[in-house]
């Protein structure tokens, strides 16, 4: 019965939407025959962008009807041009046409039922009998009889209703939502900008390591070969000398090896192999000047270049804590399935973090957009601020 109550209560409303509809459904008619002379012309893209808002109120309501989300599928761009406006206009049609009737069934068949009922059971107490709800006088038993066989049989029909409903919404899903062609171009253009922005990544990382390499350990070696080759004319000459050179040459090689320890750990950092993310994570944590809590709640090893991301990720993303949110904790969480990774990044800082504010935040986009990821970012100002980071791990 509950069920029943809440398809009658959508075709319900979907009857009074019908209804308006036909208003819109006019207006736009008056517009586009406003075209033919010149007039209407101006006025067609604000008509095609008004519809949007009925339509968007059955998206949301078949939505809800059918327990899940129903995209937006329009573009950027004039509507005149989006597929979707034309599926928008069938479904005003399609509604305006059927919805009204529907609803109106999904009241009358009830109420009709009940009284049914209610008069064959009482018939007899009015001289001259009482008229049901299908236009007929109930004077004798035997019509009184037929009068509860029609209701029960209208209350049989209107049990019908969560069927109804679920073909209304479901039409309405099949109509509102992107069309299949749709949606494999607007993946296909994803999925090329994420290639775009991989590779834009993959060639900043080797601009980098190239330039980690050139301008500290390259020219610190360098510097190693001069001393040795000083050393080695001075060795003759000038021993003590020799040795000195000797010292710094050894200094030297000692300085080159721990920068070029720093650029193999910011290729692939040891921890991920030694310890796993986890522990990777936590030794992050660790060293952060701000106080960290790390959650673990999903323990599973992910592909390591899924691993090295989450890494630099939560990095980058302590190192903005410490420069730029005037917190004085923040929480880690890991979490996720076997073909998802979760990065929950807060802290109870000032807020107000702007991707276009320098602080780093783009190049995490750019990186989680390498692997088709998503990236949600709240900071309202006064904080607190939240980075959330949703990694695939199906490479």
């Known amino acids: 019965m509950r069920a029943c109550w809440s398809a009658i209560r959508y075709l319900a409303i979907g009857a009074g939407s019908s209804a308006v509809y036909w208003f819109v459904l006019v207006g736009v008619f008056f517009v586009l025959v406003m075209c033919l002379f010149g007039v209407g012309i101006p006025a067609l893209p604000i008509a095609f962008t008004l519809i949007r808002r009925p339509v968007n109120f ?42 009204f009737v529907i609803g109106i069934f999904a009241i009358a068949l009830p109420l009709g039922g009940i009284r ?30 037929l009068c509860l066989i029609s209701g029960i049989a209208m209350i049989a029909v209107a049990l019908w209703a969560p069927r109804v409903a679920r073909w209304q919404a479901t039409t309405a899903r099949s109509l509102l939502s ?14 090329a900008a ?24 390259q020219a610190r070696i360098a510097a190693v070969v001069l001393q040795l080759g000083i ?27 721990a920068e070029l320890r720093t650029v193999v750990r910011s290729i692939y950092p040891p921890l991920l192999t030694d ?40 990095a980058e993303s302590l190192t903005n804590v ?17 073909d998802t990774l979760l990065i929950d990044i807060r802290d109870n800082g000032d807020g ?21 990821g998503t990236i949600t970012l709240s900071s309202p100002p006064g904080g607190p601020t939240e980075l959330k980071v949703v990694l695939p791990c199906g490479l």
């Open 58 to 99: 059955e998206r949301r309501r078949a939505a809800r009807r059918l327990g899940e989300p129903i995209p937006e599928p329009y573009r950027d761009g004039s509507p005149l041009k989006d597929p979707a406006s034309r599926r928008d206009l069938a479904w005003l049609a399609l509604h305006g046409a059927t919805g």
């Open 116 to 145: 049914q009922i209610i008069t064959a059971a009482i018939w007899w107490l009015f001289p001259g009998g009482l008229e049901t709800s299908l236009a007929f006088t109930v004077t004798s038993w035997p019509l009184a009889a």
């Open 178 to 191: 992107p069309a299949p062609g749709v949606v494999l171009t607007d993946r296909v253009a994803e999925l």
């Open 194 to 217: 994420s290639r775009a922005a991989a590779l834009e990544a993959h060639g900043a990382e080797l601009r980098r390591l190239e330039r980690d390499l050139h301008d500290g350990t």
């Open 231 to 257: 050393a080695d004319k001075l060795f003759d000459k000038d021993p003590q000398r020799a040795r000195e050179l000797l010292g710094k040459a050894q200094d030297t090689a000692t300085g080159a090896l």
């Open 275 to 314: 310890r796993g993310l986890d522990g990777a994570v936590t030794a992050l944590a660790d060293r952060c000047p701000v106080a960290c809590t790390v959650d673990v709640r999903s323990r599973a090893r992910r592909p390591a270049a899924v691993e090295a991301a989450a890494y630099f990720i939560v």
């Open 322 to 338: 410490t420069k730029h949110s005037g917190a004085d904790h923040a929480w880690i969480t890991l979490d996720g399935t076997a």
């Open 352 to 372: 107000g973090a702007d991707e276009s504010g320098g602080s780093g935040l783009a190049g995490i986009r750019k990186r989680v957009e390498a692997f088709d």
